[in-house]
């Protein structure tokens, strides 16, 4: 254990870091140089942000592969390492953050809350739940909501719902149910998500798996209708546009023929946005690009504003009722602290103009990125803020070199299966920010030249 401790973290300290410097515009003002990461200098990081690797490697779980940058601080579209150097975030907790870090009306409402009442369980009724379930079901139109917490709970919330629906309403005989997953999905690292996974970094090694889930390609109508065929179908999960599979978006179209064939074929469409939805593409819903709306819709992660774990599950009354007291639920799932920051939270998308704001900042972001240089640069899609960059790999470069010159220019960017980087910042950010942003990642890119 200790060998291999060592020897991961003496691969930390190999790791390039490149102080790049780039020219900045601020709306205005006269161009200016502007050298981002001054700290970057050593190639090593600094002995007080080692320790912080150091302590993760020896007390941690080695479950992730972290950007070595050692946080401390975070406000709007920025974050602070604990050496003082700043950085854009562009990764923005995998959507969690759609409203920034620590925005101010979202921490008074977790202030206020906590000091009132945080968590009763649901062995009570508590004053704000009912208040939070009409607020959410009258915005999203549907007829009842499930609180939970994590994104994960939400989908697999979705799963057990549309399986009770389809013993009880459609008539599947008992323990025959299927449920038809698209390939490249993510929802998570539970049994559940792990058996609905094509991803063998996520499956292999932890069988079996759960029944009755099965596979199918994104983005393929034809297949699908094939499989909706069997009469033991009871829904089919997607993500309107797929965030880990590095920002993968459908056909026009594809969403609505998933919403006719699942109509034709009596099974319920789950629409996974957790990451998709509140703001990233720009609406309320990915699924509102193509006017359609599934039978049961998951949300998390922006649904929290950042500061607490907030995820629902939402669906008409035929499918909720058909689970029963006693047969579904979550300790901290409706609580009344996390109610009211997914208030607060959903009222600063709604309020603030922020879905506009993603279409015209994600129009801004995707401008540039389109003019990247081909040979670092295979593709670029995206929709809203919700953009993926394809790199070309190479002996010389590839998606994490990318990331890592980012960091040192001053942007927090992740690789996505080892050749994507996702660029997803807060959809707060304003048309100055990303105007420095796009510089950065324009100038590090075409570095690799």
Known sequence: LLYTIKFELSMLKSLPRVLLCSTTRSVGAATSSRCFGAAAVDPAPSSAQQAIFDREALYGAHNYHPLPVALAKGQGVKVWDTDGNQYFDFLAGYSALNQGHCHPRILETLHRQSQVLTLTSRAFYNNVLGEYEEYMTNLFGFDKLLPMNTGVEAAETAVKLARKWGYKVKGIPDNQARVLFA????????IAACSSSSDPSCYQGFGPFTPGFDLIPFNNLAVLEERLKDPNV???MVEPIQGEAGVNLPDDGYLRGVRALCDQYNVLWIADEVQSGLGRTGRRSACEWEG????ILTLGKALGGGVFPVSAALTRDEVMLCIQPGEHGSTFGGNPLG????MTAMDVLESEGLYDNAIQMGDILMKELKQLPSEVVELVRGRGLFCGVV???????????????????GLLAKPTHGHIVRFTPPIVINKQEMEQA????CNTISSFM
């Open 438 to 441: 796009t510089e950065i990642i």
């Open 391 to 409: 790199i070309r790999e190479t002996e010389q470069f590839n998606a994490w070199a990318v990331c890592m010159k980012l960091r040192d220019a």
């Open 292 to 295: 359609v709306k599934p039978d």
């Open 183 to 190: 390939e490249d999905n993510f929802w998570g690292r539970s």
């Open 339 to 342: 109610c009211q920051v997914a």
């Open 234 to 236: 009871c829904a089919f």
